[in-house]
């Protein structure tokens, strides 16, 4: 679990962007929680895809990406078991639970998550990503894939369509999750990543490295 600087209750009614430019993003925890994290975001306005962000997105272009509003009308178990064999893999036993997955894919209202980006290969449901999204912001979050497909690019490939389809679509900030570990420095190879430092966001990212040695 990463740590946190400062927790709060939102509402429907609170700015929500205004929120995640202070540094807070939605958790799983409960309905409107928000942790203020040492997070990253890509300001999009400065986003361009590198070699090898073109690379991947090569080798992945038969993966499609589709956007789907939560609930997800067609949720069957196979999802939440994806999702709970892929954090149990990654990340260990009871990280992600199979039932938490269920009800953040089927729970009506949910403040926390809005939209899941949905990844299809060969009319086949190979991964998701669920988010939060309104016209100015995304969060990527929970993202999960098919292990036996044994594909080592499509996490960053799914990464990478996100990133593409915020730029179609006129997002100004998609924010990527924290970055506390050293496992978490591969999001810092998208052009126009800014980190949160407990107080303001910074474009230096060679400084939040220097953290990792």
């Not at 016209?135 to 929970?142: F, G, L, N």
């Not at 894939?145 to 593409?164: A, Q, T």
Request: proline share 1%; aromatic share 18%.
């Amino acid at each position: 679990m990463y740590e946190y600087f400062d927790k709060k209750i939102a509402t429907k009614s609170d700015d929500i962007t205004l929120l995640y430019n202070e540094g807070y993003v939605f958790t799983r925890i409960g309905v409107g929680v928000m942790h203020k994290i040492k997070g990253l975001r890509v300001n999009i306005s400065k986003f361009e895809l590198s070699s090898e962000n073109r690379r991947i997105l090569r080798k992945e272009a038969s993966v499609k990406c589709i956007v789907k509003k939560l609930p997800y009308s067609n949720y069957t178990y196979s999802i939440q078991k994806m999702g709970a064999s892929f954090y149990a893999e990654k990340f260990g036993k009871g990280v992600f639970s199979a039932y938490k997955i269920a009800e953040i894919f089927t729970k009506q209202d949910n403040l926390n998550f809005n939209y899941v980006f949905e990844f299809r290969k060969d009319n086949k449901s190979v991964g998701f990503a669920i988010s939060f999204m309104n016209k100015d912001i995304i969060h990527y979050s929970y993202p999960f894939y098919d292990l036996d497909l044994n594909d080592r690019d499509l996490g960053l490939g799914m990464m990478s369509k996100v990133l593409e389809y915020a730029k179609d679509h006129d997002i100004k900030y998609v924010y990527l999750g924290s970055v506390y570990k050293k496992e978490s420095l591969y999001k810092l190879q998208f052009r126009g990543g800014e980190w949160f430092d407990g107080y303001k966001w910074r474009d230096d990212l060679n400084t939040l490295k220097l953290q990792f040695r």
